[in-house]
């Protein structure tokens, strides 16, 4: 099992802006059907979809700005990471993961 420290996005407010106006990425979990896309981001970002066993199923490692990545909609757990943590973590299909969240304030 792989924890994971994110900050949670749960309001239609917090999932829509998402990472568009932070300087640096950082780890977020947000709950979605279909798709992400990293328009107007100035990073690029990782990607896991998990399952409703927080089991992963889908992986985008480095996806930079201006992309749109798709996935089976049945799917809608995301964790948006750092580019590089996919393979810092060693996470690959098929890992579960341990979502902790913090409430802390990041800057913007």
């Known amino acids: 099992m792989i924890k994971l420290k994110v900050k949670i ?3 239609f407010k917090e999932k ?11 780890p977020v979990f947000i709950k979605t059907r279909f798709g992400i ?8 970002i990782d ?13 985008s490692k480095n996806l930079r700005p201006d992309r ?4 089976n909609p ?3 757990k995301i ?11 060693k996470i690959k299909i098929g890992d579960k993961i ?5 409430n802390t304030v990041h800057e913007k």
């Open 9 to 11: 996005l749960r309001s």
């Open 16 to 26: 829509t802006i998402g990472l568009l106006n932070a300087k640096k990425a950082i």
């Open 37 to 44: 896309h990293t328009f107007g981001l100035k990073f690029s």
């Open 47 to 59: 990607v896991l979809v998990l399952d409703k066993n927080d089991k992963v199923v889908k992986i």
């Open 68 to 71: 749109i990545f798709l996935w």
């Open 74 to 76: 049945v799917f809608n």
């Open 79 to 89: 964790v948006e990471l750092p580019s590089g943590e996919i393979n810092k973590n």
């Open 98 to 102: 341990r979502i902790i969240s913090y």
